[in-house]
Each structure stands twice: as C-alpha cells, then as structure tokens.
C-alpha cells in the first residue's frame, strides 16, 4: 500500500471522529468563497445515487463525471453564484470540475 493510500486511509478515520465539527466548519469557508485546498468528502447523497461533477458551476453544466457518495475529493475552492448555490472545484483521480457544495464537508488532516 502506497503512501498516499495510507494517508487517505488515516485522513477518513479523523474525519469520522470529527464530522460533526466539520459540518459547522466548512459552512462559512465555501460561503465565503474561500480557496480551500483540503480533502473532502462527498455526504448527503443517496446510496443508490451520485453527484454529478459539471465542466461549470452551474446546475445546467455539461456532466463530465459522477462521484460515488463518500467519494473523497480535493477541494480546490468554492465560489458564490448569485440566485445559485456554492460550487466547488474538486479534483479526484483523472475527475477535476465542479460540484453543488451542499453535499461536500471537508475533511481533517
């Protein structure tokens, strides 16, 4: 096991402990549209179903990707779009767009 899979690895279980915390936390950052550059994961999203990454921040975008729920992403930044949601940039493996940044919290390192 590589390095950074073991740093994922050891980044979930902190994240677990704390995600309520988390929660609280990361609502003012990506309101604020704020650069975040940290790991996040995606919550709020059916088992059954998948967050849809867009070339844009915007819900009529283009869909270049989809992330599994609990899917860990890096969170590059978040931006406010007027009469929209927050969107944030989030890079995983060879996926890098944007998505509604109700269903991201961020992650402890």
């Known amino acids: 096991m590589n390095s950074q899979v ?14 309520a915390a ?3 936390a990361v609502s003012p950052a990506l ?24 070339l844009w921040p915007a819900h009529y975008s283009q869909q270049i990707s989809a992330l599994e729920p609990g899917a860990y992403v890096w969170i590059e930044r978040c931006i406010t779009v007027e009469n929209s949601s927050d969107w944030c940039k989030v890079e995983r493996n060879t996926t890098y767009g944007w998505v509604n940044s109700r269903y991201l919290t961020l992650v402890a390192q």
Do not use: M, P, S
């Open 6 to 19: 073991k740093n994922l690895i050891a980044a979930a279980g902190a994240g677990i402990i704390i995600l």
């Open 22 to 24: 988390a929660v609280f």
């Open 31 to 54: 309101a604020a549209g704020y650069d975040i550059d940290q790991l996040g994961q995606v919550v709020g999203v059916e088992a059954w179903d998948h967050l849809n990454v867009r």
